[in-house]
């Protein structure tokens, strides 16, 4: 009796299958296999590896000992080199050197989710399409404030305004400039500023942050054009521009500095954050707070609050107050879906 035909999608699940045994087999390193250990800075992070540059500016796909809880773009490692190369792979990741300060996003799968370490400042990148919003912008200065790490505010595509339109964004921009944040309007399009970026991205390390479609790898693609770094547009049904990194990256920078480029991201949650947390990423508002009549104000209409007095008297933006609010009501709105997810589970 002959054995039953496969059909082609069976046939083709089986080869799938079997790639995925064979892709899930680790590569075990015998010590007498590894070198001496040396020390180098995270350049890229893929789901399983690691690509680790050394000091004399050499790139080696590492290994992660499992013991390690999580490696990113930016950490000081130590590493040690293989023999001969395995499956692609140079050697182990067996340490990670103490960050300075790390970026941190919410996941509902992974929870608190380590995207790069030891930054020298954010870039906060916005654009006038798909449109300005300074509700984003302040949900990723709370972050910044979080995190210690100095922001700048980058606003591209500003070639696509007028000289009407131009002034009423660096309206807008000014109530950032005005408690102290620098702003920076430009156009990777046709170059109008870079090289005030350029000067901006020498001081250390930096990262790019930002909804899909503000023009993240455009920037990239200016300042390093030899990367082509792959570019989206914004999505005629959405409004909301279209994913185009896959993995976290250091790139070297020919004027000085490093730059990290990070997945896109079309909205960045503080639910992992408490309400006072992002009381305390107002920077405007710590000359104030304590100061209110009840301990426990929640700053609307409580007698005797300061804050919102000093919204009145102008001291503080009512634009940024309303949006503070903004953020502690979705906070809760979204820890109540997240708590009721939970039930259901």
Same mark, same amino acid.
């Given at each position: 009796?002959?054995?039953?035909?496969?059909?082609?999608?069976?046939?083709?699940?089986?080869?799938?299958?079997?790639?995925?045994?064979?892709?899930?087999?680790?590569?075990?390193?015998?010590?007498?296999?590894?070198?001496?250990?040396?020390?180098?800075?995270?350049?890229?992070?893929?789901?399983?590896?690691?690509?680790?540059?050394?000091?004399?500016?050499?790139?080696?796909?590492?290994?992660?000992?499992?013991?390690?809880?999580?490696?990113?773009?930016?950490?000081?490692?130590?590493?040690? =080199? /293989?023999?001969?190369?395995?499956? &692609?792979? @140079? #050697? +182990?990741?067996?340490?990670?050197?103490?960050?300075?300060?790390?970026?941190?996003?919410?996941?509902?799968?992974?929870?608190?989710?380590?995207?790069?370490?030891?930054?020298?400042?954010?870039?906060?990148?916005?654009?006038?399409?798909?449109?300005?919003?300074?509700?984003?912008?302040?949900?990723?200065?709370?972050?910044?404030?979080?995190?210690?790490?100095?922001?700048?505010?980058?606003?591209?595509?500003?070639?696509?305004?007028?000289?009407?339109?131009?002034?009423?964004?660096?309206?807008?921009?000014?109530?950032?400039?005005?408690?102290?944040?620098?702003?920076?309007?430009?156009?990777?399009?046709?170059?109008?500023?870079?090289?005030?970026?350029?000067?901006?991205?020498? =001081? /250390?390390?930096?990262?790019?942050? &930002?909804? @899909? #479609? +503000?023009?993240?790898?455009?920037?990239?693609?200016?300042?390093?054009?030899?990367?082509?770094?792959?570019?989206?547009?914004?999505?005629?049904?959405?409004?909301?521009?279209?994913?185009?990194?896959?993995?976290?990256?250091?790139?070297?920078?020919?004027?000085?500095?490093?730059?990290?480029?990070?997945?896109?991201?079309?909205?960045?949650?503080?639910?992992?954050?408490?309400?006072?947390?992002?009381?305390?990423?107002?920077?405007?508002?710590?000359?104030?707070?304590?100061?209110?009549?009840?301990?426990?104000?929640?700053?609307?209409?409580?007698?005797?609050?300061?804050?919102?007095?000093?919204?009145?008297?102008?001291?503080?933006?009512?634009?940024?107050?309303?949006?503070?609010?903004?953020?502690?009501?979705?906070?809760?709105?979204?820890?109540?879906?997240?708590?009721?997810?939970?039930?259901?589970?």
């Amino acid at each position: 009796m002959s054995k039953p035909k496969l059909t082609h999608n069976q046939q083709r699940r089986i080869k799938s299958n079997h790639h995925k045994r064979i892709n899930k087999k680790e590569i075990e390193w015998q010590d007498d296999m590894l070198g001496e250990m040396q020390q180098g800075i995270v350049v890229t992070r893929h789901v399983k590896h690691a690509d680790v540059e050394t000091e004399a500016g050499e790139i080696f796909r590492c290994n992660i000992r499992r013991t390690l809880k999580n490696v990113v773009v930016g950490d000081r490692v130590s590493w040690r =080199k /293989g023999s001969e190369q395995l499956q &692609g792979i @140079s #050697g +182990v990741i067996e340490a990670v050197f103490p960050r300075k300060n790390e970026l941190t996003r919410p996941d509902y799968y992974d929870g608190i989710k380590v995207m790069a370490s030891n930054i020298d400042q954010i870039i906060i990148v916005s654009a006038v399409v798909p449109t300005l919003s300074l509700n984003i912008i302040d949900r990723y200065l709370v972050i910044c404030e979080t995190a210690n790490i100095p922001a700048l505010i980058v606003l591209n595509k500003i070639d696509l305004l007028d000289e009407t339109e131009r002034k009423a964004v660096q309206e807008q921009l000014k109530i950032y400039e005005d408690i102290g944040y620098e702003t920076l309007c430009l156009s990777a399009d046709t170059g109008e500023n870079m090289h005030a970026l350029h000067q901006y991205l020498a =001081k /250390g390390t930096s990262i790019f942050v &930002g909804q @899909s #479609g +503000v023009g993240k790898s455009s920037l990239i693609n200016q300042l390093l054009p030899e990367v082509n770094a792959l570019t989206g547009s914004v999505s005629d049904n959405s409004g909301l521009g279209q994913h185009t990194t896959t993995a976290s990256r250091l790139y070297h920078l020919p004027q000085g500095g490093q730059l990290i480029d990070s997945p896109g991201i079309r909205e960045f949650g503080l639910w992992h954050l408490e309400p006072e947390q992002i009381t305390l990423g107002y920077r405007e508002f710590q000359s104030v707070l304590g100061t209110c009549k009840f301990r426990d104000c929640k700053h609307k209409n409580d007698p005797g609050c300061e804050l919102r007095q000093a919204v009145e008297n102008g001291k503080i933006s009512a634009i940024r107050f309303e949006n503070y609010h903004r953020l502690i009501e979705s906070l809760s709105e979204t820890k109540s879906q997240r708590h009721f997810r939970k039930e259901d589970v």
